[in-house]
T-cell receptor, first 114, second 113 residues
Framework: NAGVTQTPKFQVLKTGQSMTLQCAQDMNHEYMSWYRQDPGMGLRLIHYSVGAGITDQGEVPNGYNVSRSTTEDFPLRLLSAAPSQTSVYFC?????????????FGEGSWLTVV | DAKTTQPNSMESNEEEPVHLPCNHSTISGTDYIHWYRQLPSQGPEYVIHGLTSNVNNRMASLAIAEDRKSSTLILHRATLRDAAVYYCILSNAGGTSYGKLTFGQGTILTVHP
């Protein structure tokens, strides 16, 4: 049971490049989400999904796309990277989006856009 | 969305109890109170959660005020490994904020040997 797995752990991009951050969970969780964390700040929600085929925007969705074709995977796509997207990205999952369920976080992906 | 207020930082000595406060005066009746912590260079980790009654687990205790407008995370004996940022988060069971977590700045806990 690997939990929530994110790849890559570190990435450097040039402005304008695109890339995909991968997230996979093996706990059969319906609810998955992506957060970003800027230095010295708390996490902010980018996108979330309440099940395969269903996604919705969070607090800071601009510049990011997501899709959820399977229960296990929830990739985050940066369409045209900008220096403002330099951040640490965390993927999270839980059995249910209802309150009271434990949310499991991945170890993070450190992204630098130059 | 209901918000939480926490002190920016707190300090403790090793093996002493730590009480981390959280104010949530606009909490709704369907909001759970969650505590997560984040160690340096790691993702947040679940600590404890509750709705109305006090809760205990192997990591900590959660004391919830009778009016639910505040809560306190209690680490019974702090260790150096407890040094982290602690987040108090409200999670709405329904409505338009369905399933969404809103992180604040959290409390930086420093534990002295």
């Amino acid at each position: 049971n690997a939990g929530v797995t994110q790849t890559p752990k570190f990435q450097v991009l040039k402005t304008g490049q695109s890339m995909t951050l991968q997230c996979a969970q093996d706990m059969n969780h319906e609810y998955m989400s992506w957060y970003r964390q800027d230095p010295g700040m708390g996490l902010r929600l980018i996108h979330y999904s309440v099940g395969a085929g269903i996604t919705d925007q969070g607090e800071v969705p601009n510049g990011y796309n997501v899709s959820r074709s399977t229960t296990e995977d929830f990739p985050l796509r940066l369409l045209s990277a900008a220096p403002s997207q330099t951040s640490v990205y965390f993927c999270a999952s839980s059995y249910s989006p209802r309150a009271g369920n434990t949310i499991y976080f991945g170890e993070g992906s450190w992204l630098t856009v130059v | 969305d209901a918000k939480t207020t926490q002190p920016n930082s707190m300090e403790s000595n090793e093996e002493e109890p730590v009480h981390l406060p959280c104010n949530h005066s606009t909490i709704s009746g369907t909001d759970y109170i969650h505590w997560y912590r984040q160690l340096p260079s790691q993702g947040p980790e679940y600590v404890i959660h509750g709705l109305t009654s006090n809760v205990n687990n192997r990591m900590a205790s959660l004391a919830i005020a009778e009016d639910r407008k505040s809560s306190t995370l209690i680490l019974h004996r702090a260790t150096l490994r407890d040094a982290a940022v602690y987040y108090c988060i409200l999670s709405n069971a329904g409505g338009t904020s369905y399933g969404k977590l809103t992180f604040g700045q959290g409390t930086i806990l420093t534990v002295h040997p």
